[in-house]
């Protein structure tokens, strides 16, 4: 079976190189591992020009610009097209696999989407990957209703080693050419945030599974805190996104309504907290979230 990592990098080459090391570590080799550089301003060219020094396996691609995570994943799957391939390996620059983890991700040759189980440092799980995402309520407040951290002790108190999901985030997926044929690439105008959830969406929706592999383990090297990335310039792409798949995916029309819901509910806590600048952003990303066009005026 021929396997190639992807990896997208934006300023981490102190993380990055962790990473490479630990994917020429598995004990399953990978045929090629295509580094995606979002235009790093940092040492990333070199440290990836070093690792090619001594093996011939990397491939590096600068964008020319900050594309994002997911417009960093849409040129690694075009740039994997010109290799033959049975799975493809996302990976962010901060997520460190375990020596077996892409052994037990393909232990059982899977035709659709394997995750495994992501930990922080300390060795807390992190998988909040969705076992249930509710597009069916208006009154959901969070459409996450159920995650893999929730459930796993119990499953693996079950002695059994998959959980069905319903996402995943594009931190350490294995997914198979049969999924990249039916579903093509990433959406790339997500930029950032659900472009992981959106392709797990239409994944799904071509009648291929997703599970995560609860003895396949990974471990984050930065912690996720994504209650203040609203607040930062991210909030405009979570709250833009967000819309987008409520709008595209909600399974009927009072779902797919619910982002006025929330649009007005952040415009009113913004407007009464005398957050201006946070209301033109919920403005924005609201009128944006149409077609997923005009990111690049909140871009960093």
């Known amino acids: 079976m021929t396997v190639i990592a992807i990896v997208v990098t934006f300023n981490r080459c102190a993380l990055l190189k962790k990473v490479l090391y630990s994917l020429l570590s598995q004990s399953i080799a990978l045929n090629k591992i295509i580094i995606i550089d979002n235009d790093s301003n940092d040492d990333t060219a070199k440290v990836v020009h070093d690792f090619s020094e001594v093996d011939d396996i990397f491939y590096y691609y600068n964008t020319g610009d900050n594309l994002g995570g997911a417009g960093g994943f849409y040129q690694g799957f075009k740039i994997a097209e010109q290799f033959d391939y049975d799975y493809l390996w996302l990976m962010d620059d901060d997520l460190l696999p375990e020596p077996d983890c892409l052994e037990k991700l393909i232990q059982d040759r899977p035709e659709g989407i394997v995750q495994p189980v992501r930990y922080d440092l300390d060795g807390a799980c992190a998988e909040i990957s969705p076992v249930e995402y509710n597009l069916q309520k208006i009154f959901c407040r969070n459409p996450k209703t159920k ?3 929730e459930v796993i002790s119990t499953v693996i ?3 059994c080693r998959e959980i069905d999901i319903a996402g995943v985030p594009f931190e350490g997926p294995l ?4 999924v990249v044929n ?3 690439y990433p959406n ?3 930029f950032i945030f659900n472009d992981d959830l959106d392709y797990s969406l239409r994944t ?3 009648g291929f599974s997703i599970k995560c592999i609860v003895d396949a383990r990974a471990t984050r090297l930065l912690k996720n805190n994504q209650k203040n990335d609203l607040k930062s ?6 709250l833009r996104n967000h819309y987008y798949i409520l709008r595209n995916y909600g399974e009927n029309k009072l779902v797919k309504n619910r982002v006025y819901l929330i649009m007005f509910y952040y415009f009113l806590k913004s407007v009464f907290s005398f957050d ?3 209301a033109k952003v919920v403005i924005f990303s609201f009128k944006d979230s149409f077609s997923l066009k005009n990111s690049k005026r909140f871009r960093p």
């Open 147 to 149: 995650t893999v951290k």
């Open 157 to 159: 108190s079950n002695n």
């Open 175 to 178: 997914i198979s050419k049969s």
């Open 182 to 184: 039916k579903v093509g």
């Open 188 to 190: 790339p105008d997500f």
């Open 204 to 206: 799904r929706s071509k």
């Open 233 to 238: 310039w991210k909030g405009y792409f979570m």
């Open 276 to 278: 201006y600048k946070f």
